[in-house]
């Protein structure tokens, strides 16, 4: 496995609308970008460009059948 960060993570929405419910969705920021979301354990998790070992953060979902964008693990 490569340990160089993909620079997609870097540049990733600032906002996100939940094509569930409309619900605007805005990641808070780690490391000067936005977050994104990943599955951590079988829970989905904001987590840092950097990686989930530098930051993340609880996704307080917007309705029961969130539908935004899940990504693959970065940087693990
Ligand atoms: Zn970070
Ligand atoms: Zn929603």
Not at 24 to 43: D, I, S, W, Y
Not at 54 to 72: H, L
Request: aromatic share 8%; hydrophobic share 35%.
């Amino acid at each position: 496995m490569s340990h160089e960060v993909d620079p997609i993570y870097q540049n990733l929405e600032v906002e996100y609308i939940c094509q569930n419910c409309g619900t605007k969705v805005v990641p808070a920021l780690h490391c000067r970008h936005p977050m994104h979301l990943e599955t951590l354990n079988g829970t989905v998790e904001w987590v840092c460009w950097m990686g989930a070992s530098c930051g993340n953060a609880v996704f307080e979902t917007c309705c029961d059948a969130p539908s935004i964008p899940i990504y693959e693990t970065v940087n693990v």
